[in-house]
């Protein structure tokens, strides 16, 4: 009996067993590692003769970092040459960032940009110059000079003289009993004077047909005055205008007004500017500015077809600073989130740009500046570094809205005409 139910056991086990064996195996196959890409890329930092020679620029190093910290190109190469590297890389994000040694400040300066794609950058940050720049033509200049008669203003009172040679002559009327006023100045031909007189809102606009004209002011136009608004946390102002009286030719360009607070400022007005339409296009640009010079706002129309009455400015509001730190450096956006921001550091042998998505997680800048190993900066002492400027910027549509803008690479090309998009953008500056 006992032999029977042993039998009667190994046969169930071994049933079992048989079915165990026979179950297939449901556990996922992990994917296999990503395989490793190539990425070409092809750089240069442009330098004009101006910046070799005032600025001593005649190297750079040029560091290209995974997120991770691994850095994957770390050379040092002469300006206006092409840096051309095929690197292998899983990641794909990365940093790039580039070194210069200034001997004229005895300083390092460094840019980095940060959560980029690499082949998509040509012109590399710092370069101070263009791919297609056109040669840069002097005109021609006439020792000339403008008498203007019957003056209708009293002494003392302020004017201001401009012409397209960026000539611009600001003083107060001094009477010499004959109620003239001479001002000597360099002419180009084709040339065009403008003179305003902003506290009695009243200018004249006059052709060039010699090296001495005469001009009288007996009746002189009108000139519009505006009042720009602005929140009441900025009671400084610093605003200029100016006018392109052909659109097809940025020569032709004039100042017409500005604001300084504290400076040169206006009675009853910021700004003025002819009620004619002589200008084709504007240029307008004003910045505000606390009590203490720590918070600023910056609007930007380069080429708008009338004056911008209604500029945006933004505040700090607009922002929660969590950490400023020079290791740990946290902040967020509650309203508008801009494409990116940047934050500058300073010691007493580097400065250093750092240009971060908005989306970012908080930062380490140190740990980032250790982990490039930059042959320039070896031996100094990165430590020392302090935050001096925080800012951020948008465009701003046709409604007034504000748009983010992305970290997006220089293209290096002129483009003959400005930017018609206009822009605001707001900086903590620290001591």
Known sequence: MKSLVLSALISASCIIALFSCSKKDNTPTPPPPPADSTIHVNYIYLATAVQMQLDSVKQVEVILNEDNGKVLLDTIAA???????DLKTKAKSFDLTVVRYRPISKAFYL?????????????????????????NVIPAFTPSSVNYTNVPVAQGEPYMFSTYTANTNSGHYSNPGNGSLWIPFQKQSDDDVYLV???????????????SDVVDLTTMDAAVRIRLPRPAEYPNLDAFLNGFVDSSNLTKNMHLSHYISGIDTIAGADLVYPAKRIFQKYSNNFSVRDA?????????????DTVDVNP????????????????NFSVSFPKTRPGYYSVDWNSPKFYWALNAPADSTPLHPLDLLTSLKSKMLAGQDLTTMKIIQFSFYYQVDQHKQLVPVKLA????KFVPLPDETPSVSFDRIWP
């Open 79 to 85: 300006v206006n040459t092409n840096i051309i590297a």
């Open 111 to 135: 840019i980095t940009e940060k959560a980029i794609s690499p082949a998509d950058w040509t012109l590399l940050p710092g370069s101070d110059s263009l791919v297609n720049l056109p040669p």
């Open 197 to 211: 007189f902003p506290g009695r809102a009243l200018y004249n606009f006059h052709h060039m047909t010699s090296t």
């Open 292 to 304: 203490t010079n720590t918070f600023w706002s910056n609007y930007t129309n380069p080429w708008s």
């Open 312 to 327: 945006i400015f933004i505040d700090d509001s607009y922002y929660v600073l969590s950490a400023a730190a020079n290791n």
């Open 409 to 412: 690479p220089l293209n290096g």
